[in-house]
T-cell receptor
Framework: GQSLEQPSEVTAVEGAIVQINCTYQ??????LSWYQQHDGGAPTFLSY????GLEETGRFSSFLSRSDSYGYLLLQELQMKDSASYFC????????????FGTGTRLQVFP | GAVVSQHPSWVICKSGTSVKIECRSL??????MFWYRQFPKQSLMLMAT?????????EQGVEKDKFLINHASLTLSTLTVTSAHPEDSSFYIC???????????????FGDGTRLSIL
């Protein structure tokens, strides 16, 4: 089977840094993506890692270690608007863009 | 940027009714689209891959006769929930990748979702 495990909830205050972890076990691996979803809204793409290491996009960074089947999303300088659910997602097959999503992490940012 | 439109955004209907949900790619053509179901405070569960001009590919455990998928054109996929019952109440979301972006690792673009409530 396919599984991507994330912590269910993380809380932090404005201006802080949080890390959301993702450990995966999938039939194949062709990249780890991160999506943000506000309540009642559509998921939006944040970041992508195909190779090991850190990818930085503004306040958000994402890390991947394929040998550990592990990745994380790092959110810096937290803002209230960052309160949302965050999902990691794996593309398990080479010849399709199908994604399998993680269990999701709800981030609450307090003032 | 690439836009995916989903309609309707909200449906309430009686048990036993069939409901059709549309997913359109507005400014690109998509040979494949994906349908997800999401229960409150849970993850997105992939239901099926919609393939333009051919049969959909369903994930394990998803009833093909219950969730009919049609992808008749390069910009439109439809999901029909047949004889819906209260347990089918959920948030249904579609997605597609803009092929103009190149590789398969480019992000999926999601519709705004359809909240389905069966009474």
């Amino acid at each position: 089977g396919q599984s991507l495990e994330q912590p269910s909830e993380v809380t932090a205050v404005e201006g802080a840094i949080v890390q959301i972890n993702c450990t995966y076990q999938t039939s194949g691996f062709y990249g780890l993506s991160w999506y943000q979803q506000h309540d009642g809204g559509a998921p939006t793409f944040l970041s992508y890692n195909a190779l090991d290491g850190l990818e930085e996009t503004g306040r958000f960074s994402s890390f991947l270690s394929r040998s550990d089947s592990y990745g994380y999303l790092l959110l810096q300088e937290l803002q209230m608007k960052d309160s949302a659910s965050y999902f990691c997602a794996v593309r398990p097959s080479y010849n399709t863009d199908k994604l399998i999503f993680g269990t999701g992490t709800r981030l609450q940012v307090f003032p | 940027g690439a836009v995916v439109s989903q309609h309707p955004s909200w449906v309430i209907c009686k048990s036993g009714t069939s409901v059709k949900i549309e997913c359109r790619s507005l400014d690109f053509q998509a040979t494949t689209m994906f349908w997800y179901r999401q229960f409150p405070k849970q993850s997105l569960m992939l239901m099926a891959t919609s393939n333009e001009g051919s049969k959909a590919t369903y994930e394990q455990g998803v009833e093909k006769d219950k969730f009919l998928i049609n992808h008749a054109s390069l910009t439109l996929s439809t999901l029909t929930v047949t004889s819906a019952h209260p347990e089918d109440s959920s948030f249904y979301i579609c997605s597609a990748r803009d092929p103009r972006q190149g590789a398969l690792d480019q992000p999926q673009h999601f519709g705004d979702g359809t909240r389905l409530s069966i009474l």
